[in-house]
């Protein structure tokens, strides 16, 4: 199986993944601590890939999104963004649009908190 066709398995057969470096419990880097942080703070059920475990992987993810940097999101299969773009949806309340219409339980008071905590 080529990088490619995992990246592609674990994208499709899971509703939300976080490509991050480091894991949800421990992450290695600041960015990949973002993101996690926000999907824990809002109870959301996601995978996570290291890519430091596996350099086809760390590659590979770029390549398969034709997004240059880590963590990348996605959502039922579709690329939704890194850091940057999870912290703007999450303050802007794009992310709680995303995961009701994709039917991804959430808290919605977790999501306010955020948003009031950085108002």
Do not use: H
Not at 49 to 75: C, E, F, H, M
């Amino acid at each position: 199986m080529t990088a490619e066709d995992t990246i592609k398995s674990t994208v499709t057969s899971n509703d939300v993944v976080l490509y991050m470096k480091g894991t949800k419990e421990m992450p290695q880097c600041g960015f990949s601590s973002r993101v996690a942080g926000v999907l824990n703070f809002m109870g959301v059920e996601f995978t996570d890939v290291n890519v430091l475990a596996d350099d086809q992987i760390r590659q590979g993810i770029k390549d398969y999104s034709d997004w240059p940097t880590i963590p990348q999101l996605y959502v039922k299969g579709e690329f939704v963004g890194g850091c940057d773009i999870i912290t703007e949806m999450t303050l802007s309340g794009e992310l709680d649009k995303l995961f009701d219409d994709e039917g991804i339980t959430y808290s919605k008071k977790a999501a306010e908190k955020i948003r009031e905590a950085n108002g």
